[in-house]
């Protein structure tokens, strides 16, 4: 009996390291499958880290900011555009008759050589993109973007200046076709303006005296129409002599235009270096700038636009920078220079300005524009009298904790 229990228990030992065995080969696979999925989770694309801009401003601190930088465009967003399907899956569905041969599938769109801007009344972004062939319109809350397409909406060979009036009309210069394209609130082309035109590039719009400003680049003249009418009114600067002009109220390739709030015509004179300024008449008032490259002085104007204060902004697409002058031309302060970074820049197009003080600037070779937001007069003021107010505070708070024999002291001391 005790030999008999004696190789029971070991026959029952070796059953329970059998189990034990096969318990540990049917659970090593599960361990196997439970560090795949480890290293397929660590493996897994992280979300894009979210950039914040919000600290990015000039003057540098502790200096009162004066420009923000608050963001850039530069295509759709992702989400916009459907992902094509694989080939397996074109091929199962073409086979199973439920997709056409050509796949009608949405491709990402992006600025290419982004030049003129405008902002609609519900500050929507418009750009023109001559290579792209289309007018980039972005929601610059949802950063969403559609597009008024050649061959589509309208006809274009090389759009180049933008400008919005009131009641949301945009004007469109086309110096391919030789003419400015009209287009309503809802994006339809209604008319096309033709007389007296070459080249137009810059656009402006004078909304209180209603005129339409177009820099011809190729005549060397600024063209006046009613922007009602739609009717040539004047032309300022003199033709016929092959960009080589360069006294007063002439132009030798003028680009970029701005108008102020007391009807003033700001106009790029680019290959004189130089920025001119009109009255609503088209009287010559003066000129400012002289080639250069230091502080003040232009290489290649080709943007100007006017804040809410009256600064003048200039934008220089050789020097790749922006200046800002006061009234009296004083230089106030200067954005930019070559490169990628933010309130950097490459091929320095155009700049635009709206009613909510927000900077747009378009550049060419990174195809981008970027948005800044110009802290104006009274906010500075305002931002400078709390600063007072809170060193006051600490000054006073600080006192009230010293003993009375070191304020005595100090006191003597003066």
């Known amino acids: 009996m005790f030999d008999a229990g004696s190789s029971s228990i070991h026959h029952g030992k070796k059953l329970l390291a059998l189990f034990a065995l096969a318990s540990l080969v049917l659970l090593a696979p599960v361990s196997v499958f439970a560090k795949d999925n480890k290293k397929k989770d660590s493996d897994a694309p992280k979300p894009a880290p979210i950039i914040d801009y919000s600290n990015i401003v000039w003057p540098n601190p502790p200096a009162i900011a004066r420009i923000r930088y608050q963001a850039f465009f530069s295509a759709q967003k992702l989400s916009q555009v459907e992902t094509a399907p694989t080939k397996k899956g074109k091929w199962m569905d073409r086979l199973a008759g439920t997709t056409p041969e050509v796949d009608n599938t949405k491709f990402l769109f992006q600025l290419a050589e982004p030049y003129g801007m405008a902002v609609d009344s519900s500050g929507k972004l418009y750009v023109a993109d001559q290579r792209v062939g289309a007018i980039f319109i972005f929601n610059t809350e949802t950063r969403e973007a559609e597009l008024i397409k050649n061959k589509v909406h309208a006809h274009f060979v090389r759009i180049i200046g933008l400008a919005m009036d009131d009641n949301d009309r945009l004007f469109v210069s086309d110096p391919g076709l030789r003419h400015v394209l009209v287009f309503d609130a809802s994006h339809k082309a209604t008319e096309v303006i033709t007389e007296g035109m070459v080249s137009p590039g810059g656009l402006a719009i004078d909304r209180e005296n209603r005129l339409l400003y177009v820099a011809d680049i190729e005549l060397d003249q600024v063209l006046v129409y009613d922007a009602d009418s739609l009717k040539l009114l004047r032309k300022i600067g003199t033709t016929g002599h ?105 091929g320095l197009a155009s700049i635009t300005i709206d009613k909510k003080n927000r900077v747009f600037t378009s550049e060419i ?10 802290v104006t007069d009274a906010e500075a003021e305002a931002e400078k009298k709390s600063r007072e107010g809170s060193a006051g505070s600490k000054s006073a708070s600080t006192t009230q904790q010293k003993p009375a024999g070191a304020v005595v002291a100090n006191s003597a001391s003066k």
């Open 242 to 346: 092959k960009h080589e002009l360069t006294t007063p109220g002439d132009f030798a390739k003028p680009t970029g235009l701005a108008v102020d709030k007391d009807g003033n015509l700001y106009v790029a004179d680019t290959l004189n270096d130089r920025i001119e300024v009109f009255d609503a008449d088209g009287q010559f008032i003066r000129t400012f700038g002289k080639n250069g490259d230091g502080p003040g002085y232009f290489g290649r104007p080709k943007g100007v636009a006017i804040d809410g204060d009256g600064h003048i902004w200039v934008a220089d697409g050789m020097q790749d920078r922006i200046q800002v002058f006061n009234r009296e031309w004083q230089l106030l302060i200067v954005l930019g220079g070559h490169g990628l970074l933010p309130g950097q820049f490459q």
């Open 365 to 374: 070779f990174p195809g981008r524009v970027q948005q800044f937001r110009y």
